[in-house]
């Protein structure tokens, strides 16, 4: 089944830890992304990477960091500089051809105590 | 900037018909994606247009008029399970996706 998937499910973290959040896709999609999503408010692209060995900020990278090492891996990291972590992490990818529909995984959410 | 408008919260009654609707002020316009989330999960891609008029997906439809700036989801026939939040993306001249707030909605039996 193809499908892109998200570990853990529930992350729990103290404050001033780093933690990296796993993607992993096997639909063969050349571009993926990160987002963030907080009660009542869109998603917010934290960073996106349209191929392999490359990858740019959005519009709240500070305090990420993500790889793009091989095609169907893309971890973010949150960082002990990121301020408010505490937040629902979304994972999608996509063709990178129009229409572009972006797929997501199941979310990661991260509670830093 | 860039905005999109949708409303915070509706309300419909199971069988009824319910109207979303997503303004947008954009840089450039190359489409525009519905979806839905329902709460905690992730969201999953309901309707993409890219031309104007009605497109129609079973209980489902989405319209889009690029002259106004406007589209709207319509669901009919609506069931329990379509209580979740509606998604409104649009696709800016940078390829962009910007993301609406989204529109929660709760359907009453």
């Known amino acids: 089944d193809g499908g892109i998937t998200q570990s853990p499910k529930y992350l729990f973290r103290k404050e001033g830890q780093n933690v990296t959040l796993s993607c992993e896709q096997n639909?063969?999609?050349?571009?993926m992304y990160w987002y963030r999503q907080d009660p009542g408010q869109g998603l917010r692209l934290i960073y996106y990477?349209?191929?392999?060995?490359?990858?740019q900020k959005g519009d709240i990278a500070e305090g990420y960091s993500v790889s793009r090492e091989k095609k169907e891996s893309f971890p973010l990291t949150v960082t002990s500089a990121q301020k408010n972590p505490t937040a629902f992490y979304l994972c999608?990818?996509?063709?990178?051809?129009?229409?572009?529909?972006?797929?997501f995984g199941p979310g990661t959410r991260l509670t830093v105590l | 900037g860039q905005n999109i408008d949708q409303p915070t919260e509706m309300t419909a009654t199971e069988g009824a018909i319910v109207q979303i609707n997503c303004t947008y002020q954009?840089?450039?316009?190359?489409?525009l994606f519905w979806y839905q989330q329902h709460a905690g999960e992730a969201p999953t891609f309901l309707s993409y247009?890219?031309l104007d008029g009605l497109e129609e997906k079973g209980r489902f439809s989405s319209f889009l008029s690029r002259s106004k700036g406007y589209s709207y989801l319509l669901l009919k026939e609506l069931q329990m399970k379509d209580s979740a939040s509606y998604l409104c993306?649009?696709?800016?001249?940078?390829?962009?996706?910007?993301w609406g707030a989204g529109t929660k909605l709760i359907i009453k039996p």
């Open positions: 999608a990818s996509s063709m990178g051809r129009e229409p572009d529909t972006q797929y």
């Open positions: 639909l063969n999609h050349d571009a």
């Open positions: 990477s349209q191929i392999v060995n490359d990858f």
């Open positions: 954009t840089s450039g316009f190359n489409g």
């Open positions: 247009n890219v």
């Open positions: 993306a649009v696709v800016d001249s940078n390829y962009q996706l910007i």
